[in-house]
């Protein structure tokens, strides 16, 4: 079985679907940052000391494993060249 349809199985389920959709930003965040990091040919390691971090954190925040915050996702945009831009919508 595919991925995607197990995900359509799962997300028949109502309380399974509103606990996949709290994340979807988060997930949106993880994927661009990999998709910039990757872009600027950068390891994980390079991105977190142009940030000022460890590479450890840059490594959770890539894999979902914490709530980042919006410093914290400041200074990762400004390390690759970005700024953000939240909107309600």
Known sequence: ??????KKILLQD???KEEY???EVLYEIKR??????????LSQAELAERVGTKQSA???LEAG?????????A???KSL???????FY
């Open 81 to 87: 060249g970005k700024k953000i831009e939240i909107r």
């Open 21 to 23: 959709d709290k994340l």
């Open 58 to 60: 840059i490594s959770r």
């Open 14 to 16: 109502q309380e399974t």
């Open 32 to 41: 661009e940052i990999i998709r910039l990091r990757t872009e600027n040919k």
């Open 65 to 73: 494993e914490y709530n980042p915050t919006l410093e914290f996702l």
């Open 1 to 6: 079985m595919r991925h995607e349809d197990v």
């Open 75 to 77: 200074k990762v945009a």
